[in-house]
C-alpha cells in the first residue's frame, strides 16, 4: 500500500505544479487578465502625439500597484509589482494592448511608441491572459 501513496502523492504534486506553472506562464505571455488590471485601478489611453521623425506615441495611464484610482478604485495593493513591458499588436484599425508584470519596474504604464501608424481613428482594446478583448477607448491619430 505504501508504495501507491507516494507515486499517487508525487503525480498529484506535479499536475498541481504545471497547473500553476502553465498559470504563470499564460500571464506572462499573453498579459495581465482584464480582472488583474481592473483590481489594481484600471487603464486607460490618452492622446496620440506624431514626433517629427513619424513615429506616433500613445499616453497610457494605469497603476498596477494599486495605490493610485485611474478608472476604478483599486482592490489591492501591491507596491513590489511593476509593468515590466506593455505589449501592442495593431491589426487594421484597432490596437490590442496588454501589461507584463514583473518584480522592481516602475509600477506606471509607460506611452506605447509605434515607429509607423496611419493617420486615422484606432480602437483600442485590452487583451490579456483571459484572452477576451475588453474596450479602453480610441485615439485619433494624425
Avoid at 499536475?15 to 480582472?35: C, Q
Avoid at 511608441?113 to 490579456?128: A, K, T
Wanted: hydrophobic share 45%.
Amino acid at each position: 500500500m505504501r508504495r501507491t501513496i507516494i507515486p499517487a502523492v508525487i503525480v498529484t504534486v506535479a499536475v498541481m505544479s504545471a497547473a500553476f506553472a502553465d498559470a504563470g506562464i499564460r500571464e506572462w505571455w499573453f498579459g495581465e487578465p482584464w480582472d488583474f488590471i481592473q483590481d489594481a485601478g484600471g487603464i486607460r489611453v490618452g492622446g496620440a502625439t506624431r514626433a517629427s521623425d513619424g513615429a506616433v506615441s500613445i499616453a497610457v495611464d494605469c497603476d498596477v500597484s494599486g495605490s493610485r484610482f485611474v478608472t476604478l478604485q483599486p482592490e489591492h495593493l501591491d507596491s513590489a509589482v511593476g509593468v515590466r513591458k506593455l505589449l501592442a499588436a495593431v491589426e487594421g484599425h484597432r490596437i490590442a494592448i496588454s501589461v507584463r508584470t514583473g518584480l522592481g519596474s516602475s509600477s506606471t504604464c509607460a506611452p506605447l511608441r509605434f515607429e509607423r501608424l496611419d493617420p486615422g481613428e484606432y480602437s483600442i482594446v485590452y487583451l490579456g491572459a483571459d484572452r477576451a478583448p475588453h474596450e479602453v477607448g480610441t485615439v485619433v491619430v494624425r
